[in-house]
């Protein structure tokens, strides 16, 4: 079964049972009600909470102020959000037609439901979720009593799983009081999440992100069970730091280091895995197996030395001036020998038909940022690590490599770019993008090798992670469905707001208040149809052309 007939299964399945329940008042019983598709689950014990906390009323009122104008800015940006969206989709389909369904818009992805949707995470997304609720109703019932409305209950809104809480404040009375707290009332549920998304993300990309720092960046990606590394107790995810007394932190590194080994000698490797530091010691195979003796070439840089030499994706450097190259340690050794200005000649051969080219390459000097000694020459080529006569085939493991350093430093550098729209966009995209685009959900499994706490949190150990995730995580989750609770769509927040100022306008120009609550009901109708309509067509169109 797909996604689409699992989750009409427990549609059905749900609905079913909520019939029965229904027919045998179980739900009355229970002090439950039926709203739509949702079973509302009630309770009046512990309404007190809500006079305690509101008697700075004061400062409860200026945080309501601050919040109308926030959900304004939230309107704003979620309007300006699906437009482009819609937008998008359009040209989409004006070039190349409807366009597939894909995981963005998979019924189990279309509610923010942890364990459900696939990018979120249970442990954290709960959280996360119940967090986000959970101060969205709070800021609704604390507001109403300081507001002087009675709040009749609270509870949990059921799905089939929980979708939200609620709060039920006095409809009578909430007529009954002047508009600047009605809206206060309205809007106090999108201010707490923004303001829980703010102490969140303050926290994350403060102290907490600040107290990570990167281990290595060469991660232990497989073990050959029998050989040389598993008989050390090497395992797979650890962060090699060291060879033979030397410190590695990059794949270079730990090539040049390895590479020098010959079959048959002891190799000491440092190791660290989920905090703990270990070496191990290694007697290497006797002899090398069957391999192409050089340095695979796996991609050339534009309009590099080695480009103007010749030398293309899938050939083997097999020498640079005579001077022979079996593997990427004896290349980095040469290139260390190297300045830029420097002609060198090199020959490559295509293993595919044998073909052999010699040519000369001036050296220059590279300009990006990098891990290659900036003194020497640079020639423009990505090569294989593990290529030709690597020390991994003598030590039976492959390993990996992952830029740790650049990317906690991108990561910690995201507050201050939020005076550009990428900064905006890597921080709201995070968890689903990140920064090279495969998403971020985290510190667990081997990402989580890659780093170790430090400073302050170092007491801590993994806690400090585990803190990370859950800042990160409910800091996203409260900010958009603080956002979402923006949209001018009954019967979101940002839906009763609009309609709200939609009839104040409406009565300072026609003078009749009747009149204008009806324009105001038929304003705040079409709005509704238009977004949610519009959000229906985006997500059913693809699979009503294209099948389920």
Same mark, same amino acid.
């Given at each position: ?19 029965? $329940?229904?027919?045998? =008042? ?41 919040? &109308? ?31 597939? *369904? ?11 439901? *942890? ?8 442990? #954290? ?14 800021? =609704? ?16 809104? $059921?799905?089939?799983?929980?979708? %939200? ?25 999108? !201010?707490?999440?923004?303001? $829980? ?40 995810? &650890?962060?090699?730091? %060291? ?14 280091? &390895?590479?020098? &080994? ?21 007697? @290497?195979?006797?002899?090398? *197996? ?52 420097? !002609? ?44 030709? @006569?690597?020390? !991994? ?30 900064? #905006? ?28 706490? @430090? ?35 009954? *019967?979101?927040?940002?839906? =009763? ?9 409406? !009565? ?37 052309? =294209?099948?389920?």
């Amino acid at each position: 079964m797909n996604d689409i007939q699992i989750s009409m299964l427990f549609v059905l399945m749900y609905g079913l049972a909520v019939i029965v $329940l229904k027919k045998k =008042h179980v739900i009355e019983k229970y002090n439950m009600s039926w709203f739509g598709p949702f079973i509302m689950l009630r309770t009046t014990k512990g309404l007190f909470v809500f006079d305690k906390l509101a008697k700075p009323k004061k400062a409860w009122k200026a945080l309501g102020n601050l919040g &109308t104008i926030l959900l304004f800015l939230g309107m704003i940006g979620i309007v300006y959000f699906m437009f482009i969206s819609v937008k998008g989709f359009l040209t989409t389909i004006d070039i190349n037609g409807m366009p597939e *369904p894909d995981k963005f818009i998979a019924p189990r992805n279309i509610f923010l439901i *942890p364990g459900v949707n696939e990018f979120l995470p249970a442990i #954290w997304g709960w959280i996360a979720f119940v967090l986000s609720v959970g101060l969205h109703e709070l800021g =609704h019932a604390v507001m109403s009593r300081v507001e002087k409305v009675k709040v009749n209950s609270m509870g949990i809104l $059921l799905a089939i799983f929980p979708v %939200g809480g609620f709060a039920e404040p006095d409809n009578e009375e909430i007529i009954k009081v002047e508009k600047k707290s009605r809206v206060r009332i309205l809007v106090a549920g999108v !201010t707490m999440n923004f303001l $829980l998304a703010f102490v969140c993300f303050s926290l994350l990309f403060g102290p907490v992100l600040g107290a990570i720092e990167p281990v290595g960046e060469t991660i232990i990606t497989g073990i050959d069970e029998n050989g040389p590394a598993i008989s050390a107790g090497i395992q797979n995810d &650890t962060i090699i730091v %060291g060879v033979n007394g030397n410190d590695v932190n990059t794949i270079r590194d730990f090539v040049k280091y &390895t590479d020098r &080994t010959k079959p048959g000698d002891t190799i000491t490797i440092t190791g660290i895995k989920d905090g703990v530091q270990k070496e191990y010691t290694i007697s @290497t195979k006797s002899t090398y *197996p069957d391999v192409f003796k050089g340095v695979e070439i796996q991609a050339i840089v534009t309009d590099s030395p080695a480009e103007k030499a010749g030398l293309v994706y899938g050939m083997f450097i097999t020498s640079i001036d005579n001077i022979k190259i079996e593997n990427p340690g004896q290349f980095i050794d040469f290139m260390d020998t190297t300045t830029p200005g420097q !002609t060198v000649l090199v020959t490559a051969v295509y293993p595919e038909n044998n073909t052999v080219i010699s040519k000369t390459c001036t050296l220059v000097e590279k300009k990006d940022e990098s891990d290659q000694n900036l003194e020497n020459g640079y020639i423009g080529i990505y090569y294989n690590f593990l290529s030709g @006569t690597s020390s !991994t085939h003598l030590m039976g493991l492959n390993v990996s490599t992952f830029q740790a350093g650049s990317y906690i430093s991108t990561l910690k550098s995201i507050p201050s770019m939020l005076t550009t729209k990428y900064g #905006w966009f890597l921080l709201l995209a995070l968890p689903i993008y990140g920064i090279d685009g495969e998403g971020f959900s985290g510190f667990s499994g081997a990402f989580q090798q890659f780093f170790h706490v @430090t400073s302050w949190a170092e007491p801590f150990g993994v806690l400090v992670f585990w803190l990370a995730n859950a800042l990160l995580w409910t800091g996203w989750l409260s900010f958009y469905v603080g956002l979402f609770n923006c949209l001018p769509a009954k *019967p979101l927040d940002g839906g =009763h707001v609009a309609e709200e100022y939609v009839q104040f306008i409406c !009565t300072r120009i026609t003078k009749d208040s009747i009149k204008s609550e009806i324009i105001a009901r038929k304003v705040l109708f079409v709005l509704s149809t238009l977004f949610i309509g519009t959000m229906l067509f985006m997500v059913a169109g693809p699979y009503m052309v =294209h099948g389920f």
